[in-house]
């Protein structure tokens, strides 16, 4: 499961890079990329890439044959989401999709059957993901509307941007409440759950139209102890 995971993720990585590279190096914000400025080249990424799925499709042969056959929708959408930038202000739900297909992936790995509880998950992840998304294509605004990028900010402007972003983490802690219901889960993942829903409150206190400069605050260090104290206390509740 670990090398499906770093395979896939890996892949879908070094393709983004790939696909975006004209694009990062004409962006204040990425032009000081190792990926823009040549310590990592363009054909040292095709090769990590192609070497990556390689060995996402043969971990996922050795996991179960449903895994090896949705292998390749998996890789579809990792490849496919650079491109929706470029065409749709949907894009933050695509990638919402493309990390939902973790949790879902995790699952059919571990159990080689689909289950109910499997749908209100993956719905929590991509509505999570699209929300702090959205915050962050809040950095490339201006960027996007010069070079002709699609996002929810340069489409609805920034104030309408971080309402829809707040809807999508307040339909993920439905979702995730969903998820607990539906997998029996008990006290302790409700804790967790509180805890998420006050550090998602918080990190849509930090970010304001006035204070966009706290994004990175918010997507790089609140944003990630959410996946992190939800898996401490889905673990706890489990075990104990």
């Not at 894009?91 to 749908?119: D, E, K, N, Q, S």
């Not at 998304?133 to 699609?150: E, K, N």
């Not at 918080?202 to 706290?214: G, K, M």
Request: net charge positive; aromatic share 14%; glycine share 10%.
């Amino acid at each position: 499961m670990t090398l499906a995971m770093a395979g896939a993720r890996t892949a879908g990585m070094s393709v983004n890079r790939l696909v975006d590279l004209p694009l990062d190096r004409v962006n204040p914000r990425t032009k000081g990329w190792p990926t823009v400025t040549g310590k990592v080249s363009a054909p040292f990424l095709a090769g990590l890439g192609g070497l990556s799925a390689a060995l996402f499709f043969l971990a996922a042969y050795r996991l179960n044959p449903l895994c090896f056959k949705l292998s390749p929708l998996v890789l579809a959408g990792l490849i496919l989401y650079p491109y929706l930038k470029r065409f749709t202000w949907g894009c933050h739900f695509g990638l919402g999709l493309v990390l939902a297909a973790a949790p879902a992936a995790g699952w059919l790995a571990a159990t080689g059957a689909w289950a109910y509880p499997i749908l209100p998950l993956a719905i929590g992840v991509l509505s999570w993901t699209a929300g702090f998304d959205i915050l962050y294509a809040l950095l490339d605004l201006d960027f996007d509307r010069a070079h002709s990028v699609y996002s929810i900010p340069r489409r609805f402007g920034i104030e309408t941007a971080l309402k829809i972003s707040s809807g999508c983490h307040g339909l993920a802690l439905l979702s995730f409440a969903w998820f607990g219901v539906a997998a029996g889960l008990g006290g302790w993942f409700g804790l967790g759950l509180l805890l998420v829903a006050g550090l998602l409150w918080y990190e849509h206190r930090l970010v304001q139209p006035s204070r966009l400069d706290r994004i990175n605050k918010a997507f790089f260090t609140v944003n990630g102890w959410v996946s992190v104290s939800l898996f401490l206390f889905t673990l706890l509740d489990l075990k104990l």
